[in-house]
């Protein structure tokens, strides 16, 4: 059975950082593209950054670029999604994802397979 499970989200005022964590059990971790994807209230998920099965390979939302940096630890099949310099508009449900078919990351949710249940990260002004 696959699980991924987030952790490490929370309430931080704007300029502080989180490090949300993803830890992947019931799958290939080292086959798996990651990606991390964000849902504010009333909106679409959105892509936010993904990184490739290698680690190599990272991509970012314009948003985030510069601000959040994804890495991977496949000794630990854990994903992390570091966030500094936060905003108020970075609140939302953080989910991290596995995608089993692409070796670098992709960027639309229906690409991926495999979805954790989200952490909450809520950001004041």
């Known amino acids: 059975q696959v699980q991924l499970v987030e952790s490490g989200g929370g309430l931080v005022q704007a300029g502080n950082s989180l490090r949300l964590s993803c830890a992947a059990s019931?799958?290939?971790?080292?086959?798996?593209?990651m990606g991390w994807f964000r849902q504010a209230p009333g909106k679409e998920r959105e892509f936010v950054a993904g990184?490739?099965?290698?680690?190599?390979?990272?991509f970012y939302a314009d948003s985030v670029k510069g601000r959040f940096l994804i890495i991977r630890d496949s000794a630990k099949n854990t994903v992390y999604l570091q966030m500094n310099s936060l905003k108020p508009e970075d609140t939302a449900v953080y989910h991290c994802?596995?995608?089993?078919?692409?070796?670098?990351?992709?960027?639309?949710?229906?690409?991926?397979?495999?979805w954790g249940q989200g952490t909450q990260v809520t950001v004041s002004s």
């Open positions: 019931g799958l290939s971790f080292s086959r798996s593209a």
């Open positions: 990184i490739s099965r290698s680690g190599i390979s990272t």
């Open positions: 994802a596995a995608d089993l078919l692409s070796t670098v990351p992709r960027t639309h949710p229906d690409e991926y397979e495999y």
